[in-house]
């Protein structure tokens, strides 16, 4: 064989050596995608919750204060 060809040979098997670490990067790229898309999804889901807890917070408020003012709690 030539030399040309035995460094051809050889750096492509030097890349297929380098190629090792690629998947962990890839996984780690897609997780954070994943992190990103489900962040962005449930904002809205986190908006609606928090007004549904802050509505029931207040009417539980204004019936605790009704109960107070009619002598039910004491």
């Known amino acids: ?5 035995q460094r051809v040979r050889a750096c492509l098997c030097s890349l ?3 190629d090792i670490g ?6 780690a790229l ?5 992190a990103l ?8 889901v986190a908006q609606v919750l928090n007004n549904t807890v802050t509505k029931s917070g207040k009417k539980f408020k ?6 107070l003012h009619l002598g ?3």
Do not use: F, T
């Open 1 to 5: 064989m030539s030399r040309w060809v």
């Open 16 to 18: 297929h050596i380098r």
């Open 22 to 27: 690629q998947d962990l990067i890839e996984y």
């Open 30 to 34: 897609l997780a954070a995608l994943i």
């Open 37 to 44: 898309m489900c962040s962005v999804a449930l904002a809205p």
């Open 62 to 67: 204004e019936h605790v204060n009704k109960g």
């Open 72 to 74: 039910w709690y004491k």
